[in-house]
Structure formats: C-alpha cells, structure tokens
C-alpha cells in the first residue's frame, strides 16, 4: 500500500520532524521507510528556524510536517535557502478541505517547491485511511481515496449512512484482524461511546465523493451552533486570519443562556494598536451575521500541541471570559490586552518561530 502514495526509489532518505513517542513514527514512517529501505532520520525537537537546513544536511528527499508547523514556516523570513525543499516529497496530514489548511498548503507548495500529499488517518485505527496518489487525481481539499485497508462511511444521526457528497461524521472499521486499537485505557465508557455499532467513531466530519475520495471538514467539537445555524469555525478563522496584522486565530464556543454557543476569536496580532471593534466590522463585511464573533481574545500565542502543532482548544475554551473583549460592552478593554500588545510590539518579525 505504501508505494501507492508516490512514485518512491529505493533507499531514498526520509527526514520526520516527529520524535519516537508520537504515534506516527513506529505506527507509519519507521514501517515506511523499513518497506523502501529508506534511510530515517530525526532529531530531538521540531524547529522552523531550522529545517530547511536540516533537510539539506540530511539531504532528505521525503520529509513530514503537519500542517500546523507549515504554518510557521511560512512565518520564517524567506531566504534563496528554501530551494533545498524543491522536489522534496511532504507526506503528512495537511488539513484536508479546512479553507485555512489548504491556503497554507498552497503557499507552502509554491514558496518552497515542494510536493505535498495529504493522508487521513488516526492513532486508534493504526495506519492509512486514505492518502492521496501520485499517479491519481488529485482533488483540490481531499485526502485522496481510500487506501483498502478499512471500510469508512460517513454517517448522521443514528450513524445512519449519508449519501455521496453530504458531510458527516467519519466511521471506520477494519478489514483485517487486530489492525485497530481495543480501546482506551482505564476509560470505559469512552471506549464504549467510540467503538458503537461494530465502527469506530472518529469525531471527524468529512464526505465521501462519487468517486470515493474522502474530504476532511473538520473536528466535530470544530462546530458551532447559533441562532439556530451550524457553522464552522474554519470559516470564521479564515476571515480572520486574513486581517491585517493577524497571524494566528482560533475559533471557540462559548455557551449562551440560550443553550446555544456564543463565538469567541482567540488572536495573535502583530498590530500594537490592534482594534477588535474595526475587526469586527471586518467581519461583519464577509460572513453572515451569526457567524460574526462576540468576543475577541487577545493572546501572546495559541497553545499548540508539541508534535502537531494543532491548536489546543479546549485550553482556549478553559480560559477566563473576563480575558476577552465584550462588543455588549465595547469600551471595556481587558487590562492584559497592554502587555499582550507591546509584547508584539516589540517581537517584530521573529514571531512564530519555534527556538
């Protein structure tokens, strides 16, 4: 199933930026490289300052950062260096049909030269669900099609099956023994709401094309619900982050007296003077106006993962409310915001890159 991603010599040489104790490494690229007789290296920690030369040092011509750490390269200044990437191959989950995801993908290929192949895939099901084919079309925001390892639907309430194109959540099941995992550990009851109806529920939404090719939406918990419409928060980010002076953004609930969610924008602004009223109004010129956020929270940096660099957001959601701006109450900014902007102030252009 591995030489189906790319057109792969043997003995090439595969540099991941993940460490041994993530999933990826002995679950996907050691057997990968182990298949090709590929040469694997690593290193100790992820650092955008320093992959472009690492790639060159190694002289790696297959490589795997997820999206998020995409991101930060792009936040690097450029440099006649980035050439070491073109032709290098990218293997690794790039976010799928998220609008931001596949901006930034974009922006990657083009900037750097390289390749880049979007999978889907999952540490409880061990392997590949789909990945996309050198040799295949590639649809613009699918993970290609699905590998033949399992068997995946898309499903809505009940887990009934939805048709070819409509969104649900992603269900996966196996095709052969012991290739998926039993469950989790010392919870039970986790275990039991995941592993339903003979399919594992991945909390992933996403839809299956007329010619089998899976599209990642989004996280179910990725979702808001208000005023009676459901919507992504990918969308809102998107606008967001295409404001000037924004470089990251992140979309959270906030739970309402009317049972549903209120929007509140987490941000990273380079602008000392940053204006959330001006954002707003921003946003209000391009979404519908449930979408449009009530709530603005200026932050230093988003927590991210280690390995992945996604977007932790449930710490965001943790966060105190009396951190963010209110626009019921537009003339009380937080205390904090202060710091938070002569910080960026005075960080300029290092922002977001890793040490």
């Not at 191959?89 to 192949?117: H, I, N, Q, Y």
């Not at 959540?169 to 709401?193: D, F, Q, S």
């Not at 990725?222 to 419409?229: A, N, T």
Request: aromatic share 12%.
């Amino acid at each position: 199933r591995f030489d189906s991603i790319a057109t792969f010599a043997k003995h090439e040489i595969y540099f991941s930026v993940l460490q041994l104790s993530h999933a990826w490494t002995p679950l996907l690229a050691l057997p990968f490289c182990l298949y090709f007789g590929h040469l694997f290296c690593f290193w100790k920690r992820w650092s955008a300052s320093r992959f472009v030369e690492s790639v060159r040092f190694f002289g790696a011509t297959i490589t795997d950062p997820f999206i998020g750490m995409i991101a930060t390269l792009l936040q690097t200044p450029p440099s006649t260096a980035d050439t070491a990437l073109k032709g290098v191959r990218l293997v690794s989950g790039l976010g799928g049909a998220d609008p931001v995801a596949m901006r930034l993908r974009s922006e990657f290929e083009k900037r750097f030269g390289a390749t880049t192949f979007d999978l889907y895939g999952f540490t409880e099901a061990t392997g590949l669900i789909a990945v996309e084919k050198e040799r295949n079309l590639r649809k613009p925001g699918s993970s290609g099609q699905l590998s033949g390892w399992y068997d995946v639907v898309t499903v809505g309430a009940k887990d009934v099956p939805l048709a070819p194109g409509v969104t649900g959540e992603i269900l996966v099941r196996p095709r052969a023994p012991y290739t998926v995992g039993l469950g989790y550990h010392n919870k039970p009851e986790v275990t039991v709401r995941t592993w339903c109806n003979l399919w594992i529920h991945t909390g992933d939404l996403g839809y299956l094309d007329e010619d089998g090719y899976l599209f990642f939406v989004g996280r179910k918990n990725h979702f808001l619900r208000r005023r009676g419409e459901l919507f992504s928060a990918a969308e809102v980010e998107s606008v967001l982050i295409s404001y000037p002076g924004i470089v990251e953004a992140a979309v959270v609930p906030v739970k309402s007296e009317f049972a549903e969610d209120e929007v509140r924008a987490c941000i990273v602004s380079r602008d000392a003077a940053f204006d959330p009223q001006a954002l707003l109004a921003f946003c209000r010129d391009r979404v519908a106006a449930f979408k449009v956020p009530r709530y603005v929270d200026l932050l230093e940096t988003l927590p991210r993962t280690g390995a992945k660099r996604e977007i932790e957001r449930f710490k965001l959601q943790e966060r105190d409310l009396a951190l963010a701006w209110d626009s019921i109450a537009p003339e009380q900014i937080p205390a904090h915001w202060l710091v938070v902007q002569s910080a960026h102030s005075n960080r300029g252009e290092n922002h977001g890159e890793e040490a």
